[in-house]
């Protein structure tokens, strides 16, 4: 008999942004921190990071401009956290969508469809996970956020794999690489699509990201 499955966890971005998990758990000052961070996405997806002071916050949200600062010590730190906050939305889908799988062959494809059935659903993210690259690629103490969003992407989908591997069908090694492999097509047209006209639409990117996949697991399963 097949070990029970282990339910997925939700990896731990920071105190504040844990807490979003569940809003009705919220005090009043997390509530306000949860304002001012809904702003900030939605200002760096309509116009971009020049609408992200404390004042232009402070008016979208109806909060002076000590009360935003006093949530948040500075704009990098602002920034930061609109960051984690993104990557946990990311989670909170992904592994939602996840534990609908009914087999293991669906849920590794659910495991390659959830980024784009999240960016799908909430397209304002695109804007600030590019954002998110520049700022990974222009200052060291950002590149954590990275990190943990490509490994935690890994993981993943190494763990999908494991009924592939127990089976003895494809190694350790071979998962590993295949998962990385896998997230960096995931990564390529996401970016692609967010940032360029790019001539496919979201599902189709989806569906073509699935099929290589699939393929390039069948191609590791014959060697």
């Not at 008999?1 to 009705?24: C, G, Q, Y």
Request: net charge positive.
């Amino acid at each position: 008999m097949r070990p029970k499955k282990k339910k997925t966890e939700l990896p731990v971005a920071s105190p504040l942004i844990f807490a979003r998990i569940d809003s009705t758990r919220l005090t009043k000052g997390e509530k306000r921190k949860q304002l001012i961070l809904d702003a900030m996405i939605d200002a760096i997806a309509k116009k971009g990071l020049d609408e992200t002071s404390f004042d232009t916050i402070g008016k979208t949200t109806k909060m002076l401009r000590t009360h935003v600062s006093y949530y948040f010590s500075n704009r990098e730190e602002m920034i930061r956290s609109t960051f984690e906050y993104t990557i946990q939305s990311l989670q909170r889908v992904t592994v939602a969508y996840i534990e609908g799988a009914k087999n293991d062959k669906q849920r590794f494809q659910r495991t390659i469809e959830a980024p784009f059935v999240w960016l799908k659903k909430y397209p304002k993210f695109g804007p600030v996970i590019a954002l998110m690259y520049y700022y990974c690629a222009h200052k060291a103490s950002f590149k954590p956020l990275q990190d943990m969003l490509r490994q935690m992407g890994e993981k993943r989908h190494v763990g999908c794999l494991e009924p592939w591997v127990q089976a003895k069908k494809i190694t350790r090694a071979q998962a590993v690489a295949l998962a990385r492999l896998i997230q960096t097509i995931q990564t390529g047209y996401l970016v692609q699509y967010f940032n360029s006209h790019y001539p496919h639409s979201i599902d189709q990117l989806k569906n073509m990201t699935v099929a290589t996949a699939f393929k390039l697991l069948d191609s590791e399963s014959k060697r």
